[in-house]
């Protein structure tokens, strides 16, 4: 198994930035294509990027892209979220994920993952 602990969210003003990480313990991490989901209140868990592998690849929701960077740290067992211009819309529960069944795909789906983390809250104020 993998554990995953998110940190990094908080209270940001609108169109400001914010780095969230992903620490994965367990079995070994490059073995795992890795995402950031998000949920906001009364919505469902939706795909907000993901990265593979050993980090060639990377697919991002409409939504985000431009704004946010994913990237990984093999060597730290680490994944990062890099969000920039933050919008008020952007706020929810930040989960980080990774598959072990599938390998790659351009869009994922939270059924898509195997493991997952406990969520950090990212709050933009207008």
């Known amino acids: 198994q993998v554990q995953l602990v998110e940190s990094g969210g908080g209270l940001v003003q609108a169109g400001g930035s914010l780095r969230l990480s992903c620490a994965a313990s367990?079995?070994?991490?490059?073995?795992?294509?890795m995402a950031w989901f998000r949920q906001a209140p009364g919505n469902e868990r939706d795909f907000v990027a993901a990265i593979s592998r050993i980090g060639i690849s990377t697919s991002y929701a409409d939504s985000v892209k431009g704004r946010f960077t994913i990237s990984r740290d093999n060597a730290k067992n680490t994944v990062y979220l890099q969000m920039n211009s933050l919008k008020p819309d952007d706020t929810a529960v930040y989960y980080c994920a990774a598959a072990d069944r599938v390998a790659w795909r351009n869009r994922w789906y939270a059924d898509d993952m195997d493991y997952w983390g406990k969520g950090t809250l990212v709050t933009v104020s207008s």
């Open positions: 367990g079995r070994t991490f490059s073995n795992y294509a």
